[in-house]
């Protein structure tokens, strides 16, 4: 008997700078953690400054990816030779036994980061997140080294997507990935990110944009919301959903993108009952869910979830369940599916249903 071939595993690379903020980059890493413990294939690496690897013409940085315990003087190569009661090697490995550096971030904590790039695929992710852009007395800071910004414009050459949070628009635009596109920023910086890059349209008030396998996001605390939104164009909304109810906080809309699958748009609550009997209707709402039935997994009665179900969403369940399958019905007319194909393929017995909620405010 043969096996099904495992998903492959796909990774995020956050290239790590001195003076980062710790949310840029833990908020994102969350989210892909999250959706890991769920059952996504995603491994995070964090390469620092001048870290070895794939360089941007495809090939290997070869003496330090074949031997990483030369860089340190170790001559039993990416060995380490002794460890501290922390794990940490003193010839620069660490915890993991992966050669590493030590990344000082804007909130005084130092991090480990990986001294080497992994090997990256078109369907990998690089997220750049941003820094203290600029304190009282010293100069601006100065972005990404050379090599980063290259391997920035080699992964989205190669088909890849390339993120930034924050500050870290800065490192797109070194790479040349913001010359003719729309992005954002944190607001502090639009003035900045549009003098450095003119050719560039810099995009208020928004939580991200998204321009051809370019995604920026705003401030801090929008990288979150960036990591949710890559999650669903790749697993769905309801993926992105379930990674932010384990996170507990609130999928928010974008102003500047396309209303958000209903499925995100009213998971902002925090009512197990109701979110259990959302799960059960974003997993089946091709079918038939009887009251019944969702209110027994939501552990409740058929009242109470009702009743519940509208005091968090503002809908009842079969509205809700509606929802979800008028939008299913959209997107399949979009791609030139027939009124009755599509109907039939949501959920509806007929498309005269379909069309009557169509038209219904």
Same mark, same amino acid.
């Given at each position: *008997?043969?096996? #099904?071939?495992?998903?492959?595993? %796909? ?16 908020? #994102? ?13 995603? !491994? &995070?690496? +964090? ?31 990416? !060995? ?59 100069? #601006? ?14 992964? +989205? ?23 003719? !596109? ?14 450095? +890059? ?12 998204? /321009? ?34 384990? *996170? ?11 209303? /958000?699958?209903? *499925? ?14 959302? /799960? &059960?209707? /974003? ?18 009665? #058929?009242?109470?979830?009702? %009743? ?43 498309? !005269? *249903? ?5 038209? %219904?405010?």
């Amino acid at each position: *008997m043969t096996l #099904p071939n495992p998903r492959p595993v %796909r990774r995020v690379v956050f290239p790590l700078v001195p003076g980062l903020h710790l949310l840029d980059l833990a908020g #994102p890493a969350q989210v892909f953690s999250t959706a890991a413990d769920q059952g996504h294939p995603y !491994r &995070l690496h +964090h390469p620092g400054p001048h870290a070895t690897g794939p360089n941007a013409t495809g090939t290997r940085d070869t003496d330090h990816a074949r031997n990483p315990g030369r860089a340190t003087g170790d001559p039993r190569g990416g !060995r380490a030779a002794a460890h501290d009661p922390h794990g940490n090697d003193p010839h620069g490995n660490g915890p993991d036994g992966r050669p590493h550096t030590t990344v000082p971030t804007a909130q005084g904590l130092t991090l480990h980061a990986d001294a080497t790039w992994p090997d990256l695929t078109p369907d990998d992710l690089i997220i750049v997140p941003g820094w203290r852009h600029r304190r009282p007395g010293r100069p #601006p800071h100065p972005g990404v080294d050379a090599a980063t910004a290259a391997r920035l414009a080699a992964h +989205h050459a190669a088909g890849g997507t390339v993120a930034s949070v924050c500050a870290g628009a800065f490192a797109l635009g070194q790479a040349g990935l913001l010359d003719g !596109r729309r992005c954002t920023t944190h607001h502090a910086l639009h003035t900045q990110l549009a003098a450095r +890059h003119p050719t560039a349209t810099v995009v208020p008030d928004v939580l991200y944009v998204t /321009d051809d396998r370019v995604v920026t996001s705003a401030g801090i605390a929008s990288g979150i919301d960036l990591a949710l939104h890559l999650l669903a164009v790749r697993h769905g909304p309801a993926a992105a959903a379930r990674a932010a109810r384990d *996170m507990v906080v609130h999928t928010r809309r974008n102003g500047d993108q396309p209303q /958000d699958s209903a *499925m995100l748009r009213h998971r902002a609550h925090l009512s197990d009952a109701v979110h259990r009997a959302q /799960d &059960l209707i /974003d997993a089946h709402y091709t079918r038939p869910l009887p009251l019944a039935d969702l209110a027994a997994a939501a552990g409740v009665s #058929p009242r109470t979830l009702t %009743r519940r179900f509208t005091a968090a969403t503002g809908l009842t369940p079969l509205r809700y369940q509606q929802n979800l399958r008028l939008e299913h019905a959209r997107h399949l007319i979009g791609q030139g599916a027939t009124h009755d194909t599509a109907a039939r393929a949501a959920g509806f017995t007929d498309a !005269r *249903m379909l069309r009557r909620l169509r038209t %219904r405010p």
